[in-house]
């Protein structure tokens, strides 16, 4: 990734690389066409402290998947202590993530289609969300089988979905705790359409 980057960067700068890594290595290379400036992301968990310093090291931003206000607080945290240590300020590095999302003046209608949603990623990122707590990993009875949460309990875990009200102190929440460009991933709404003037009338002039 640290050969990538620095790759990528440097071309989309408009610089000449010469550069050996590890993996990659590119000689005396160009591009042969001017564009215009091209911000280069570092997607990764919020956990990944090598990832997050990284990017705080070389990108241009972060954007962290499946997380909560909890950790994108530790992931700033961590990406301003790297940027600090290497010269950068931390204030130029953007801090985005995607944000499973759907608004409705009908509450329940925006949670019943995230949980439909949600309950097709659970069985394979169930371990993932255990680990950044986003649900709580318990046992049965039994004390060997994993209870899996409702379909309503992931959705207040992971999602945001709700009315416009709503929708907006979730995201105030993740404001707070340092993100800066929230991307609203997937679903949107029951109807997409009145969401997307939701959002662009009512959610995105709140910030």
Same mark, same amino acid.
């Given at each position: 990734?640290?050969?990538?980057?620095?790759?990528?960067?440097?071309?989309?700068?408009?610089?000449?690389?010469?550069?050996?890594?590890?993996?990659?290595?590119? !000689?005396?290379? !160009?591009?042969?066409?001017?564009?215009?400036?091209?911000?280069?992301?570092?997607?990764?968990?919020?956990?990944?402290?090598?990832?997050?310093?990284?990017? *705080?090291?070389?990108?241009?931003?972060?954007?962290?998947?499946?997380?909560?206000?909890?950790?994108?607080?530790?992931?700033?945290?961590?990406?301003?202590?790297?940027?600090?240590?290497?010269? @950068?300020?931390?204030?130029?590095?953007?801090? *985005?993530?995607?944000?499973?999302?759907?608004?409705?003046?009908?509450?329940? /209608?925006?949670?019943?289609?995230?949980?439909?949603?949600?309950?097709?990623?659970?069985? @394979?990122?169930?371990?993932?969300?255990?680990?950044?707590?986003?649900?709580?990993?318990?046992?049965?009875?039994?004390?060997?089988?994993?209870?899996?949460?409702?379909?309503?309990?992931?959705?207040?875990?992971? *999602?945001?979905?709700?009315?416009?009200?709503?929708?907006?102190?979730?995201?105030?929440?993740?404001?707070?705790?340092?993100? /800066?460009?929230?991307?609203?991933?997937?679903?949107?709404?029951?109807?997409?359409? !009145?969401?997307? /003037?939701?959002? *662009?009338?009512?959610?995105?002039?709140?910030?």
């Amino acid at each position: 990734m640290r050969d990538a980057l620095t790759i990528t960067k440097t071309l989309l700068d408009g610089g000449t690389i010469d550069y050996a890594g590890s993996v990659f290595e590119a !000689k005396s290379v !160009k591009l042969e066409f001017e564009c215009p400036h091209v911000p280069v992301y570092v997607g990764t968990y919020a956990s990944s402290t090598k990832m997050l310093e990284l990017a *705080a090291t070389l990108a241009d931003g972060v954007i962290l998947m499946w997380t909560n206000p909890q950790w994108v607080k530790k992931a700033v945290k961590v990406i301003e202590n790297k940027a600090r240590s290497v010269g @950068r300020d931390p204030s130029t590095i953007d801090v *985005a993530a995607y944000l499973i999302f759907s608004v409705d003046e009908d509450q329940a /209608k925006a949670k019943t289609v995230c949980e439909q949603v949600l309950k097709v990623y659970e069985p @394979r990122l169930r371990d993932v969300w255990m680990k950044h707590s986003l649900i709580p990993e318990t046992t049965s009875d039994h004390g060997n089988e994993l209870q899996r949460p409702s379909g309503a309990n992931l959705v207040e875990s992971i *999602a945001i979905a709700g009315t416009p009200r709503y929708c907006i102190e979730r995201l105030e929440e993740y404001s707070k705790a340092g993100l /800066k460009t929230p991307i609203f991933y997937q679903i949107l709404g029951p109807n997409r359409n !009145k969401a997307i /003037k939701v959002i *662009a009338e009512e959610i995105i002039p709140s910030f």
